[in-house]
């Protein structure tokens, strides 16, 4: 029990102490950063059991922590990506300024995300909600630039999910008389259908503003693209995951309660699947990279949350290992983009060229992430992307799987303009001092590459916790004894064995480099990529031959019907309109104190004129 | 096994042989003689049944055709397209202009001999050569790599002083990577 | 031990059956589009020797390590592909991985190749092998969607999502799926088109504009590996059509005429077409492609 005060009084003190070290030490500061997110993380682990709550109260409200298996997964998400994004962070933060600000914002965030997960009553469930939006808004805008456009925009977007979920809470209590979400549960059984409809539905929005749900994703990219690239792979990897979170725990103890639930899970199905169809499509437009993995981490929640949404073990199963890869991949993503920006200054696809050869360790990692996003074989991603696809069409989804196949297909591309903007195509003298990033940046991201190779092999390390996750929410346990084989297999019986076809992957593969790759590069030397045939022109040293510019070009042209409308714009108008009204109003106030001695006239005059039918 | 004289023998006469009836040829489409490529690759005259074919860029390319005169400023890509193909490969002249300059033998700004820029295996006599012509051509290209005799690549490697001397003289400006395969 | 050690000999004669097989049909294409356009054409061996020249070709340049991997990536692709298809029906002599996978599995590992061949034709560093490969992907995107709706289709309709299990389903109702359910078998032959890559939708290659696009820096031993890859490949995917649509094959023969007839499919409508640019050939894939798609999964959820 005293776990969980000595964890959450590490994080606050530690973020209090680190910001002002700042002013003492630099070392000293990133030592007790490092140590006010580790050791937390170790005592969680090493400390905390299943089935413990810790009761306590707090000015006559009592509330009450606790964490069980479905809790401990997404503990196990924050705490790992984020103790891997600090170690990253250090590097990141070395030599820019505002470094307190920063460690302190990144610690309160991790603090913040765990005690979302291992809150039990509502009441700090929402403090920590609102601590997780404040540090994540003031991370959105540490750059300082756009703050106007970008930050206030993740701000209104986060206070309507804030206020419809206190919204919510409110209520709930208002029938329940307290605070737990237990008890919540336990009414919700009771309650009146309008009831029953409504309080899903207010929380609901709460979760997908922070998940990035279409229509309430708009903040996403600019927020993203926004925050240092250190917190932006925990910001897209963790926290976004905190609206999975929640929108799982309503829609399995609440929603399938609900005859009618059913349309919520529809409706939100198709919500996710048109949000991945989406985000993929403005994914492949983009010319920087934050933008792009800003654009894809949307589509990606997506599937997660279509998985989620249909609510079969299969499909739950798909959507929570899809979100434990996608923080792994998309933590790298956005760690290799923060290891090129600093390295070079820029994360523009039309400017940085043929990295390959300065950057090799940051390649391999950006490599194996963008395998396991595609979703192809031998790493992890494959797996959730094969139980979603199984999990819709045995759950007669039929048009959806279509939906987000074509998302997965023209995902491919964004993946490739990312490898090739960055790391392929022409080596350009402009980048031929940069060096590869220092260890403390290569390393988590290697070791998580590492980590989603494993579990391509062996993704029952991942599924069985997340099957006991299962089973604490309610689920009939169906698939276990197979999770240890790493098989995976749908509701008609069919499956994939995945350790024998790996090792006949690893196998040909090794057999086709020997032969053909390792005599190729012993019998051939390297030459630059000037050395190409252009029609016989020589390139000088300092000639641009890169294709970067208009890269996805008849892609898009092809698309451009669905890409002319932007919901962006719709929210834009609406704000526009609510100006205007303002404005108007604004006219009433003129400023000058004979035109309100007129109103005082007047309304008293109206007054006595009609006091009759008035009074 | 490789160094056996014997065996040895036999493996070149299979390559020859697969080198002989497999003809990827770069149409440096450089002067009027361009035209003549068309008729002998279509329905009329249609060179793939001898195993010719037209390939797309230098690497993956045998033969380098130079068909017709050239011009100095073309003689440097032409030559820099020659370097950037892989060997075994061979050069055919294709028309009058790369024997002896043809009609344009005394023009400012075209090469005579191309035999002294870039090592020619198999020269196309006319003005122009009609499909016939250029067939027969390949067919006597094909008689010398079956025959080894088609070296002149190696040729080009042995005395390429001699010919890089040569191209100097004509290309004023010379930025050109070195030539070390 | 023994067992595997049959398992490997089997694979390596399927791998050489698949290779003579691809490569004589490729010779036999060319030897058809000669005879379309009234030429007497290359001999029906001309790949074997075009193959053979190739690999004796000197290599003597890379331009770094994914140049030198993406001819393996593909080569990977088209024997894993090979491997997961089931080539004969009760053939010791084709061992396959079927029971391991299932048809998504066999989807992705498709793009597996394509994808690592990309990387190698983008280390190159030449636009326009990149240039070629955006308009690949484009072009996947594009007949994905009728190809996948027509698996999903059949998915659907018979409930398993295993080749074999979509074979025993014929052997059993003495049928062809290509007849019973004729709109998913419309819908997958042209999505074929695309995944060959001939005439209207060889936008990849595109001698003319890209210079042969990705492979464009890749001569001699690459271009050999990735020419045998690709007629692996060939071999491999229209055997996959068969076993889906046609029922499989018992004995090589039956197999050769099938994938034979199939071939010629896209083979026969590309000799006499001119080339789409790539929004063309993508909302080609997008329009009666998908809409025999749609017919298809309607079908299927009627007859389920």
New interface residues.
């Given amino acids: 029990m005293e776990t969980y005060s000595i964890i959450f009084a590490i994080f606050l003190g530690g973020a209090v102490l680190t910001y002002f070290a700042g002013k003492l030490n630099s070392i000293l500061q990133d030592i007790l950063f490092l140590g006010s997110v580790l050791v937390p993380t170790y005592l969680f682990f090493s400390g905390v059991s299943f089935g413990s709550a810790m009761p306590f109260s707090l000015e006559g409200i009592s509330l009450l922590w606790g964490i069980d298996h479905y809790s401990w997964l997404f503990a196990l998400i924050v705490l790992g990506l984020g103790s891997l994004a600090a170690v990253y962070a250090i590097g990141y933060m070395k030599g820019k300024e505002r470094k307190g600000y920063f460690y302190f914002n990144f610690i309160l965030s991790v603090m913040s995300m765990l005690g979302i997960v291992v809150s039990q009553d509502l009441i700090s469930f929402f403090i920590f909600w609102e601590i997780m939006t404040w540090s994540s808004y003031l991370m959105v805008i540490y750059n300082g630039k756009d703050i106007q456009r970008v930050g206030i925009k993740y701000f209104v977007f986060s206070a309507i999910g804030a206020y419809a979920m206190l919204m919510g809470i409110v209520i709930v209590h208002s029938i329940t008389h307290t605070f737990f979400i237990e008890d919540m549960i336990q009414a919700y059984g009771h309650m009146s259908l309008q009831l029953q409809i409504w309080i899903p539905i207010l929380f609901l929005i709460a979760f997908a503003v922070k998940a990035a749900m279409m229509p309430l994703h708009v903040w996403a990219p600019g927020a993203y693209s926004n925050a240092p690239m250190a917190y932006t792979s925990l910001f897209s990897g963790a926290l976004s995951k905190m609206g999975v979170y929640g929108m799982v725990l309503i829609l399995v103890t609440l929603v399938s309660r609900l005859p009618q639930g059913i349309w919520f899970r529809e409706v939100l199905a198709w919500l996710g699947g048109i949000t991945a169809a989406v985000g993929t499509l403005w994914a492949i437009k983009q010319d920087d990279a934050k933008k792009l993995l800003a654009y894809s981490s949307v589509a990606q929640l997506g599937y997660i949350i279509t998985g989620v949404a249909i609510g079969t073990e299969l499909g739950m199963l798909a959507g929570l290992f899809l979100a434990v890869m996608h923080a792994l991949f998309k933590g790298t993503l956005f760690m290799a983009v923060g290891a090129i920006e600093k390295q070079t200054g820029t994360t523009n696809f039309t400017e940085i060229t043929?990295l390959?050869?300065k950057m090799p360790w940051t390649f391999l990692a950006s490599?194996m992430s963008i395998?396991a996003l595609?979703?192809?074989?031998p790493l992890g991603g494959?797996v959730g992307?094969?139980m979603l696809?199984?999990s819709l069409?045995t759950s007669?989804h039929?048009?959806l799987?279509?939906l987000i196949?074509?998302a997965s297909?023209?995902g491919?591309?964004y993946?490739?303009?990312f490898?090739?903007g960055f790391f392929?195509?022409?080596?350009e003298k402009e980048w031929e001092h940069v060096k590869e990033a220092p260890a403390t940046m290569v390393v988590p991201m290697i070791l998580m590459s590492v980590f989603m190779f494993v579990l391509g092999t062996f993704p029952g390390i991942i599924l069985k916790p997340i099957n006991n996750g299962l089973m604490d929410l309610g689920f009939v346990d169906s698939y276990k004894h197979l999770w240890e084989t790493s098989v995976i297999f749908?509701n008609?019986g069919?499956?994939?064995?995945l350790q024998?076809?790996l090792y006949?992957?690893i196998a040909?593969?090794l057999f086709?480099?020997i032969l053909?790759?390792w005599k190729?590069?012993k019998?051939?030397?390297?030459?630059t990529?000037?050395?190409?045939?252009t029609?016989?022109?020589?390139p000088?040293e300092d000639e641009n031959?890169?294709?970067s510019v208009g890269?996805?070009q008849?892609?898009l042209?092809?698309?451009a019907p669905v890409m002319r409308r932007q919901i962006d714009k719709y929210y834009t108008e609406f704000a526009k309109g609510l100006e205007g009204l303002f404005e108007f109003m604004r006219r009433i106030y003129t400023g000058n104190a004979q035109t309100y001695a007129l109103y005082v006239v007047v309304f008293v005059v109206i007054v006595l004129l009609f006091k009759d039918v008035l009074f | 096994m490789v160094n056996d004289k014997h065996s040895q023998k036999i493996v070149d006469f299979i390559q020859n042989w697969s080198r002989k009836h497999s003809i990827w040829v770069l149409a440096?489409g450089t002067g009027c003689g361009a035209i003549e490529i068309p008729p002998t690759m279509t329905s009329r005259y249609d060179a793939e049944r001898l195993g010719v074919r037209g390939a797309a860029?230098?690497?993956q390319a045998d033969v380098l055709m130079i068909t017709g005169y050239l011009t100095v400023k073309t003689l440097?890509?032409?030559i820099?397209?020659y370097e950037?193909m892989q060997d075994p490969k061979y050069v055919i002249g294709f028309g009058s202009c790369t024997i002896n300059g043809g009609m344009y033998y005394d023009s400012y700004n075209t090469i005579n001999v191309l035999d002294k820029y870039l090592p020619v295996d198999v020269y196309i006599n006319g003005c122009m050569p009609r499909p016939e012509a250029v067939l027969s051509g390949f067919a006597q290209l094909q008689k010398r790599i079956a025959e080894g005799r088609a070296d002149g690549a190696t040729q080009y490697k042995e005395n390429l002083e001699w010919y890089r001397a040569n191209q100097k003289r004509i290309i004023p400006n010379w930025?050109?990577?070195e030539y070390n395969w | 031990m023994e067992e595997v050690l049959y398992n490997i000999l089997g694979a390596v004669v399927t791998f050489i059956v698949a290779f003579v097989v691809g490569m004589t049909y490729g010779g036999l294409t060319r030897k058809i589009t000669a005879r379309v356009q009234n030429r007497k054409g290359p001999p029906f061996y001309q790949n074997f020797i075009d193959a053979f020249k190739l690999a004796s070709k000197k290599?003597?340049?890379?331009?770094?390590?994914?140049h030198?991997?993406g001819?393996?990536f593909l080569?990977?692709t088209s024997?894993?592909t090979l491997?997961i298809v089931p080539v004969l029906a009760g053939n010791n002599w084709f061992p396959n991985?079927n029971?391991?996978?299932?048809l998504?599995?066999l989807l992705?590992?498709m793009?597996?190749g394509p994808?690592g061949m990309?990387?190698g034709a983008?280390?190159?560093?030449?636009?326009n092998s990149?240039?070629g490969?955006?308009?690949g992907?484009?072009q996947?995107?594009?007949f994905?969607?009728p190809w996948?709706?027509s698996l999903?289709a059949l998915?659907?309709q018979y409930?398993?999502?295993?080749i074999t299990?979509l074979m025993e389903v014929q052997a059993q109702s003495g049928t062809w799926l290509m007849l019973s359910s004729p709109f998913a078998f419309i819908a997958a032959v042209m999505a074929m088109f695309g995944m060959f890559r001939y005439s209207p939708f060889d936008i990849v290659g595109a001698p003319t504009e890209l210079?042969s696009g990705p492979v464009?820096?890749n001569g001699g031993?690459?271009l050999f590996?990735m020419m045998s890859a690709g007629s692996v490949f060939t071999f491999a995917k229209l055997t996959l059509y068969v076993d889906l649509f046609m029922g499989g094959a018992s004995n090589l023969v039956v197999l050769l005429i099938k994938t034979f007839l199939l071939y010629m499919i896209p083979v026969l409508y590309g000799v006499t077409s001119p080339r789409y640019?790539?929004?063309q050939a993508?909302?080609w894939f997008?329009g009666w492609p998908t809409f025999f798609?749609f017919l298809a999964?309607i079908q299927?959820?009627i007859l389920k």
């Fill in positions: 043929g390959i050869r490599l395998i595609a979703g192809i074989p494959f992307k094969w696809y199984e069409i007669d039929y048009l799987v279509i196949f074509f297909t023209a491919f591309l993946c490739y303009k490898l090739f392929l195509g022409q080596e749908n008609w069919d499956h994939v064995i024998p076809i006949s992957i040909i593969f086709f480099l053909v790759v190729g590069y019998g051939t030397r390297y030459v990529t000037k050395d190409i045939s029609s016989g022109e020589v000088k031959l890169t294709f890269f996805t008849p892609f042209r092809a698309v | 440096y860029t230098p690497r440097k890509r032409v820099r397209v950037q930025v050109m990577p | 290599t003597a340049i890379h331009h770094g390590v994914m030198l991997m001819p393996a080569m990977v024997v894993m491997l991985l029971f391991h996978g299932d998504i599995f992705y590992i793009t597996f994808l990309a990387l983008g280390q190159t560093g030449n636009p990149a240039i490969v955006t308009r992907l484009s996947m995107v594009g994905e969607i996948v709706m999903v998915m659907i409930h398993t999502t295993s299990g210079a464009s820096e031993k690459f590996v640019r790539t929004e993508v909302r997008w798609g999964i299927a959820v």
